[in-house]
């Protein structure tokens, strides 16, 4: 797919998705360079389902094939909290730094073990003619003690990779995309569009 439109107001998100897709898709349009400026209603009960609303809303509106992101961090302890409301969670304008804070202390005194998180990304794709489907991927963590790292966005200072030995704030951006639950997911949809 040489052109298509990528259903986010995301920055973050776009930076990763047009460096992990840069050799099957060079044309990656965010929705503001397509002058697609439409308020989609986030109402799904999973990411996938949410992914294609907002790819589906994008593909009607433009007339052209269309890529979205649903993701989110789920913390096990928290029940899974905030979930597919990552981006909701205390109000969508309260800076990360603030969300952060608040996840540390709802698990202060919680031990190492149990304060495993992962995030996940489904990634939806819509044509115009309705042909449509999605595909999930995740990244397991566990939440830190303090944020760590000046790289990524949203919860990635407090998410701590064992493997790694790092948050995914500390990864570059380049060492973030190989493992993150957006990489993955990403590259098993380029793997299906390929099949096109
Ligand atoms: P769009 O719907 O416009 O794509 P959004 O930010 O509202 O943008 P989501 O509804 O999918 O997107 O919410 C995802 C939230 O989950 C995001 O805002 C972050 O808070 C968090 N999140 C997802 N992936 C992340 C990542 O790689 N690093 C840090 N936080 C992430």
Redesign the pocket.
Known sequence: MRRVIF????E??MR?IRAILADTCPEILSMKEAGINIEIA?NGKSYKE?ALI?ARAVAAASGEPAL??????EVDFLNKEPGIF??RYMGEDTP?SVKNAELIRRLEGVPEEKRTAR?V?AIAVAFPDGREWAVQDSLEGRIGYEEKGGN?????PI?YVPELGKT?AELTEEEKNQV???GKALRLMEKELKKL
Do not use: I, M, V
Request: aromatic residues 16%; contains cysteine; negative net charge.
């Open positions: 259903a986010t107001g995301n973050g998100k990763e986030e949410n907002k979205a992101d649903d993701s989110g961090l990552s981006a990360y995030f990304c990524g966005f949203g919860y990635d998410f995914t993150s639950h957006r």
